[in-house]
T-cell receptor, first 119, second 120 residues
Framework: NAGVMQNPRHLVRRRGQEARLRCSPM?????VYWYRQLPEEGLKFMVY????????ESGMPKERFSAEFPKEGPSILRIQQVVRGDSAAYFC?????????????????FGAGTRLSVL | AQKITQTQPGMFVQEKEAVTLDCTYD???????LFWYKQPSSGEMIFLIY??????QNATEGRYSLNFQKARKSANLVISASQLGDSAMYFC?????????????????FGQGTILTVHP
């Protein structure tokens, strides 16, 4: 799981600013997932992307949040006009494309997370 | 409806002893995967073990084993020979696979976690 790179590790923003979180998946992985963890809680799914496509965004707030995974470069989770309630740890995970057989297919490996603090 | 339930907010174990962390789940999909992750105080999420719903045998990874009881919908994590470094938060998670046999995998649904403390 050390292969999933997230930056920055810590991000401080004032209310109303934009937060941009980056995630580079493990080499060979074509699926990216974003999760949010509020203090003292488990992770909550936000969005699932493949290259240039959003597959499932059922966990994304309707406003201010967006995500992309371009053909080149990292996946980006963007939060516009941040509010204090956006303060959380944001985790990115990646998984490989399924191949025939293999019990480990599709396991999601996580990055170290970005801790967002909104002042 | 909560799909993953971890009923133990905290557990204590003596070093070198075994400990079981409970996890029950709820799904109507015949194909699904069950996962355990460890989150130490440093905050990263570390994959521990995976069990597929069609796997005939319980999964094992070193000192970790998954006690999978499909009829009871439980997927308890057993850690043998506990070490001080095992002290962490442990999360059970489920992935439902409505497109079993397809080429995409869906989201993980996590439980609330269990804090494990290993005493020397």
């Amino acid at each position: 799981n050390a292969g999933v790179m997230q930056n920055p590790r810590h991000l401080v923003r004032r209310r109303g600013q934009e937060a941009r979180l980056r995630c580079s998946p493990m080499k060979g992985h074509s699926h990216v997932y974003w999760y949010r963890q509020l203090p003292e809680e488990g992770l909550k799914f936000m969005v699932y992307l493949q290259k240039e496509n959003i597959i499932d965004e059922s966990g994304m707030p309707k406003e201010r949040f967006s995500a992309e995974f371009p053909k080149e470069g990292p996946s980006i989770l963007r939060i516009q006009q941040v509010v204090r309630g956006d303060s959380a740890a944001y985790f990115c995970a990646s998984s490989p494309l399924m191949t025939a057989g293999g019990a480990r297919v599709g396991i999601q490996y996580f990055g170290a997370g970005t801790r967002l603090s909104v002042l | 409806a909560q799909k993953i339930t971890q009923t133990q907010p905290g557990m204590f174990v003596q070093e070198k002893e075994a400990v079981t962390l409970d996890c029950t789940y709820d799904t109507s999909d015949p194909s699904y995967g069950l996962f355990w992750y460890k989150q130490p105080s440093s905050g990263e999420m570390i994959f521990l073990i995976y069990q597929g719903s069609y796997d005939q045998q319980n999964a094992t990874e070193g000192r970790y084993s998954l006690n999978f009881q499909k009829a009871r919908k439980s997927a308890n994590l057993v850690i043998s020979a506990s070490q001080l470094g095992d002290s962490a938060m442990y999360f059970c998670a489920m992935r439902e696979d409505p497109n079993a046999g397809g080429t995409s995998y869906g989201k993980l649904t996590f439980g609330q976690g269990t804090i494990l403390t290993v005493h020397p």
